[in-house]
């Protein structure tokens, strides 16, 4: 056998067995809990995709309430992801309310950009919510409509076109006022008639699709 041939044979398994062992890693999907929330509100979620081989991580931001800024909430979330992970793993994004004005921030001016293959968020105040008015706090004021917060956000959104963003919103929403501030331009936007601002992300049809999303890469349809 030529020298050449031999060179190209081994290159060519090299490079199979590379792939193989890339696509054999289990894919990992990061859940950002909302204010006033531990992460335990993504239990059945986390469940369903433990069931179907993905690694998971659900960190515990504190403070809850974000009085310290999202900022400070965004490079917790940063911390958790590297030290479970490394700095080059790549991983998906589930975000309920606050959780995904926190992960846009660690996306968007964290760096994070570089390695989320999708962001998925649920009833997030993307335009920020009256209801942030009543609450005291850095990240409350964060979280008004128009702060300098989510004009930054706004600023610098850009650096997410190259991911799969999914925003979901449901009209009967009393904590995201008005609710149509979940719709994100950006994204691909989905109505769901949960009840309740909790209830977003404890619907089954929700659970099928985001899970659709992480497995194939798909989009889901945007809102009608």
Known sequence: MKLSKLSSLLSTGFFCSAASAKHSEPSRVVMVHGIFQSGYSFVSMKKKFEQLGYDCLVPKLKPCDARSGLETL????????????????????V?????????????QELGGHEHCLSL?????PHHGTKTAYFYPGKGAWQMR??????QLLEASSHRLKHLRLISYRTPLDLVILPSTSSHWDLAENRRVWAPAHPLVMHTPRVHRE???VVQSGDSIPSER
């Open 120 to 124: 998925v968020t649920l009833a997030t």
């Open 74 to 93: 965004a490079a917790q979330l940063q911390r958790e992801i590297e030290q479970k992970w490394g700095q080059e793993a790549n991983f998906h994004i």
């Open 145 to 150: 409509p128009n702060s300098e917060f989510l």
């Open 95 to 107: 975000a309920h309310s606050m959780g995904g004005l926190v992960s846009r921030y660690y996306l």
């Open 210 to 212: 985001i899970i659709s």
